[in-house]
C-alpha cells in the first residue's frame, strides 16, 4: 500500500515537471533572452580578444597612422585662424576684470579720429581786421559779417532819401525826354496813338547803353511785363522807391544794397508799346506810393 502510494506520488511529480518544461518552450520561442547566456559569451569574448592582443599594440596604431596618412584635412589648431575663438583668435587678449584697465588705451572710433584731425589743423577763424574783399553785384559797400552758422549775411543799411538831395542822371550826356511826366494833363504816346497821362519819364537811349543808379538804395523787385519788359524797383527810404524799365544785362540781385552811380543793367530793346518812340529807359519815382516827376529831382 505505502509502496504503490510512493510510486503515484513520484509519476505525479515526474508529470508536472515534464510540463513545466513543456511550457517554458513554448514561451521562449524567439521572445525570451536568457541573459545568463550573454554574460557567458561576453566574459569570453573579452579574454579572447585580449589574448589575441597580448603583446601586440601595434594593430590599432598602424590603423590610425594609416588613416593620418590619407587624411588631407588641415590642422584645426587655436592659431591656424581657421576656427575663430572670442578672445583667442583675434588677436588680442580679454584684459582681466581684477587687473583693471589703467594704462590701456582705448581705441578711436571714426567720429573721434574725425575730430582729433578737424583739432590739430590751424584756424579758419576770419580776420576781422582784414578789408573786406571787393563784393560782386554791386555791394561793394555793404558790410558783410558772418553770423554764427558761418553764413555770409549782408547788414542791413538804414537808408534815408530827401528831396533836396535829389538824383543822379540815369545816363551820361544830355537827356532827350520822349515822353515826359505828367498826371495833371494827357501827353501823346505815338506807338499807342493817344493821349493819356504819364506817370513815368520815358528816355532815349540807343540798345546796350549802360544805366547807373540814382540814389542809393536796395533791391526790392526785379520782374518783367509786356509794357517794360525787365524792371528793377528800388527802394530809397522814407517812403520814396525808383523803377528802371526796358532793361537787359541786369547786374543786381534781389535783395542787395547799391550805391549812387553803380550801374544796374544796359538799355534793352524796346517793348512794341514803345516802337515808334525807339530804344529808351523809362523811369519812375514814387513817394508812399504816389507817382512824382523825377526830372525835378535831377542835380
Do not use: W
Amino acid at each position: 500500500m505505502i509502496a504503490s502510494s510512493v510510486f503515484v506520488l513520484t509519476a505525479l511529480t515526474m508529470t508536472g515537471v515534464y510540463m513545466q518544461s513543456r511550457d517554458q518552450e513554448s514561451e521562449n520561442d524567439g521572445y525570451t533572452i536568457d541573459f545568463s547566456v550573454l554574460e557567458n559569451n561576453v566574459d569570453d569574448k573579452i579574454q579572447e580578444i585580449a589574448g589575441n592582443n597580448q603583446g601586440d599594440d601595434s594593430l590599432l596604431g598602424g590603423a590610425l597612422d594609416g588613416l593620418e596618412g590619407d587624411l588631407d584635412a588641415p590642422s584645426m589648431e587655436v592659431d591656424s585662424n581657421l576656427i575663430e575663438i572670442p578672445g583667442l583668435t583675434d588677436g588680442r587678449d580679454e584684459p582681466d576684470a581684477a587687473e583693471g584697465t589703467a594704462g590701456t588705451e582705448e581705441p578711436k572710433g571714426p567720429a573721434e579720429d574725425e575730430t582729433a584731425a578737424q583739432t590739430e589743423q590751424p584756424s579758419q577763424e576770419p580776420d576781422d581786421s582784414a578789408e573786406p574783399a571787393e563784393l560782386s553785384m554791386n555791394e561793394s559797400a555793404a558790410i558783410i559779417n558772418q553770423d554764427a552758422l558761418g553764413e555770409n549775411v549782408v547788414a542791413v543799411r538804414e537808408l534815408h532819401f530827401s528831396e533836396s538831395e535829389g538824383l543822379l542822371q540815369p545816363l551820361a550826356g544830355e537827356l532827350e525826354v520822349l515822353i515826359p511826366f505828367s498826371t495833371t494833363s494827357s501827353v501823346y504816346f505815338k506807338t499807342l496813338d493817344q493821349y493819356k497821362r504819364s506817370k513815368a519819364m520815358v528816355i532815349s537811349a540807343p540798345e546796350g547803353t549802360a544805366v547807373t543808379a540814382c540814389a542809393e538804395g536796395k533791391v526790392v523787385r526785379i520782374f518783367q511785363n509786356a509794357e517794360l519788359g525787365h524792371a528793377v524797383t528800388m527802394d530809397l527810404g522814407d517812403g520814396y522807391e525808383i523803377t528802371y524799365g526796358q532793361l537787359r544785362d541786369i547786374q543786381v540781385a534781389l535783395g542787395s544794397y547799391v550805391n549812387a552811380g553803380d550801374t544796374l543793367a544796359t538799355v534793352a530793346k524796346t517793348t512794341k508799346y514803345y516802337v515808334r518812340e525807339g530804344n529808351n529807359l523809362y523811369l519812375q519815382v514814387t513817394v508812399n506810393g504816389a507817382a512824382i516827376d523825377p526830372s525835378t529831382l535831377f542835380r
